[in-house]
């Protein structure tokens, strides 16, 4: 392998670091006009009047646009962007900007575009709006509460969709089982919290009629596609490009009212406008995760194989559909994978709330279903006084079982089949590392000291590689240059650097000969952008075959040229050379300059004119990765601050194509899992109120809250692409808090400490060892 | 998040200052900017005028004199930090001031501005509480001196006048063997303190306690001299059991309840934070008196 | 609106601008100056992500007005590499140890870290964790961060000029 699976250099790095990196604030056009956004203080009023006359009286505002005047440039201003689904129970889609209803604090109601953007914000100080202040609903089980307020004034309740995931005979599991273990669990994510914010930047280009998005966007061509429907205009005359993007996770997959405002600000006024989220309303206005609660109960039999698990979720929606199910169902498909469970169900009601809508983030409610499954392995493994390492041992899906068909569909209806992976192998390197069965003695050692400390495991399975395609084009440009395009969307986990690997391993290894372009929607003809792990599985698979193809057409050509045999030749750097003879080579330019083509002439070998090959690579079943957690924690009885102390993470993610890169983000994922477990909390008021608006209120983890970690890859390829290769974006959040949870309870097992809520905040902590005995 | 419209001054003297005070309605002053640009940004402060004390000479120096310790109000929390003479003379500045924020904002906050923002949590503000300090204000009919207990008047509220600008503090220096102890307990490094303990501590030869001071920060919206402690242990001779004992007095304060915090919970880190603070000032008081 | 005119010498090259004194030194930077290395992720100065070398001093951009910074000495990620384009130890040591994946906070990463080296040229592991206590990355978890500085550290203790 020349360029697959080693360590290389990323070819982001250098502008990055000299400070040449271009996020979309970084760009100037003359001329260029900036928005801010007036929006809702409320969690639920209805909007009686805008007074606007204040704040167009102030220097360098040029206009104030409000939905009328928005609906003048759009077919429709309805967001209709939610996955399909027959779930719903009600459709509820944002509007660009809020008509005489607001939902949730910071829902846009006013568009103010100003010479600058100090002057913006200025002026949206003072546009005037009355308000007729309603109810909030801020709790999503008084939501579906029958006397419950209601989230839109228009709804029959606060229902927004209701589903049952189920498979097996589950009422027979329960009676039949040997023991049934139940408990309750509350379980809090909150914002994905890039570092850059949101921001987009509009031009209307009057000589081409051609409408340009730059945005911080994961999914360009899905904006580009949404924006098409929405101004009534050709794809073809409208261009997303997602520049430089300063973290994703999530959030930024989501298509934004501001982007589309931005979008017709620019083609009412004929000028480009600006407009760049600050922190503040990253807070309100971008979309998060936030609460689910469960009840679930696992039935065993006497040897503790797991018999059935069943269950009811509430998940708090939001108060719009932004993207679709994706958290509560990916929580409840996740949660049995890694494990034989022969009869599931689970009841989920997805309520409304007078909050921003919720959406992905890192993990897409995997997290949350691991959670469920192994504080339940837990509970169980304790009643019955079984090793926690063993009861899972017992229960993991064995390697001999796979292809291993599970019993139920994704959202889209394909079937839920664990390709690979050795769960059983993985658990047990993790557990060794980890030194799982000395730990009693440590602990036991500690506790003489004063010390208490604690160990905890978790095992999780990734479904990776969304499809259905992503395309990709690979061109040899006359230069020698390599161009590969693709809206794939770069968010900082180095996908161009991947494409490249993938791309110069078929045409010479020479990766500064490959140019990369990512998250244009004008340089394919369709695709989707960055989520749910696929980039690498979907946008790498058409990489590969493109490149193989174009690669094929390089040496039948070359064969030609060079007179010699394709079995003959190879590619090294920037040429097609005849293997063994130094001085028979062909530059990869001369080639494509040749397959040119001139007028008249026919081409070499009467081949296709060109060296290019464009794929889209179709894969619908998901591929699925797998790892084991286990982290070591120290809990200070008197503060109850509980400290991550080392995490051994050991999992399989099929072929690396940079290991490097993998390790960076199972690294940067777990710190994720860390603030879920322990830091991260967005606190609303009982009137809907955000109360943690800022990054000293909202804790995010730092470089003095990570741990040792040891993490160690092992690769069991996938036969369902080409490369082997399955997703690992995601992977090193899901588990975490799980395994954080569980070394908690062990660290304070003496005192009879449950955990079954996240995060584990001391104040709550130290309420459960004042009630455990360990009062200070 | 910009900051809003505002007439820019820079005065030279202390002088000028207190004239801009006294003539400009609706105004801040602007030190280290650590505290007042981030309320300015957010745009909870929304002052006509802002009067830059940067360039104002005078209001930065660390000076000893035989019994104390004289801080300027523009000194940079950064200079305290390395100041080896404070180190020396009164270590608990120095412990302390190394848990306040980041590098990055003790290269500029200055202590004046900390004490006149008035956060609660504030290590600064504790400090000073702990150490009996003097707060030396300068306005139109001249200069007075505030004893600390008397300098916050509410949340975030400082006995300031309205056209009256903090110089500087001075405090009384202690014995070279006093014991010193501040502790806190925050989420994160660097973090304002959920709960922070100062203790200072005299011991005779014969390690009884002559003089006690401790002050809890985080818990109220001024620190807290916590007097039944102070009080209690005078006379006792210093042992780990009588830090257990003499913290639990804690337990029965009025303490702050918050989005960060229970005050159920900060009562108990205040006893947890009290016993770590007398704990390590009765050490450093035992091996001092070894020294001495 | 009130403005003035500053001089401020940037990355060693001495500008002459008028700014309105509500100007943040960060917008200023970026917008006024076109130097756009130096980001903005909070503007409460939190993140770090803004910081420059203030009179060799790691400062919060977005908590100093550009006409504070009259007659002072800044630098940003931008003044780093040397004239020939020769990257500086710690940015070298950052890409070969992958101690950036977004590429946002890394600015500010490298001008807090160029201070802690300066001043402290053989750093433990809790230095550097403590030196970038202030500086938020949601990318990397720190650790390839902290790995790139300890190796940075010891090249320029090797006499790698810097």
Redesign the interface.
Known sequence: MKTIGQRIRRIEDSDFLRGKARFVDDFHIDGMLHAAFVRSPHAHAKIISIDKTDALAMPGIRVILTRDDIRTKTVTDRLAVALPDRSYKQQRDRLILAGDEVVYVGEPIAMVIADNPYLAEDAVSLVKIEYDVLPAVSDCREALSPIAALVHSDGPDNLVAEFVSSYGDVETAFVSATHIFKDSFKQHRGCAHPMECRGCLATLDLVDDKLTLWSSTQTPLVAARLLAEILGREETAIRVVSPDVGGGFGPKLVFYPEEAAVAIAAIILNKPVKWIEDRREHFIATTQERDQYWDAEIALDKDGKILGIRGTLIHDHGAYTARGLTVPQGAVAALTLCYVVPAFRMDVRVALTNKVPVTPVRGAGQPQGIFIMERLLDLAAHELKIDRAEIRRRNLVPSEAMPFKKGFVTRGGIPIVLDSGDYPACQADAIERAGWFDFPRRQSEARTKGRYIGIGLANYVEATGRGPFEQVRVRIAPTGLIHVATGAAAMGQGTKTMLAQIVSEQLGGAMDRVVVTAGDSAQVSMGFGGFNSRQTVMAGSSAHVAAVKVREKVLQIASHLLEADASDLDIAGEHVFVKGVKDMKISLGQIAKAMAGSAGFSLPGNLQPGIEARENIVIDAMTYANGTAVAEVEVDLETADVKVVRIVFVHDAGKLINPAIVDGQITGAIAHGIGNALYEWMAYGDDGQPLTTNLADYLLVTSTEMPTIDLHHRETPTPLNPLGVKGVGEAGVIPIPAAIASAVEDALSIFNVKINQIPIRPSDLAVLLDEGGAGV | ????????H?PDTIEQVVSLLTSLKNNRL?AG??SL??ML???YALPDH?I?L?RVDGLSYILFTESELRIGAMTRQ?DIEFSKEIESRCPIITEAIRLV?????R??GTIGGSLCHLDPSAELVTLCSVLDATISVVGPSGRREIPFTEFPSGYMTSALQPEECLIGISIPLGPHTHGYGFVE?A??????AIVSAAALLELDPSSTIKRAAIALGGVGYAPLRVAEIESGIIGMKATPELWAQAAKACDKIDALDD????S??RR??A??MARRALQAAGARALVALEKH | MDQREITITVNDKLFKETVSTRTTLADFVRHQLRLTGTHLGCEHGVCGACTVLFDGMSARSCLILAVQADGHEITTVEGLAREDGTLHPLQQAFSDHHGLQCGFCTPGMLTTLVELLRDNPDPSETDVRMAISGNLCRCTGYLSIIAATLDAAKRLRMGRPA
Request: hydrophobic share 30%.
């Open positions: 998040m910009k900051p809003p419209a505002f007439h820019y820079t602007l900017g650590q640009m981030p940004n957010m745009r802002i830059d940067n950064r924020g980041h590098r990055q904002t290269n500029r307990f989420r994160r490094h660097g973090d304002f989005v960060h915090a229970s159920a919970y108990r880190l006893v947890t």
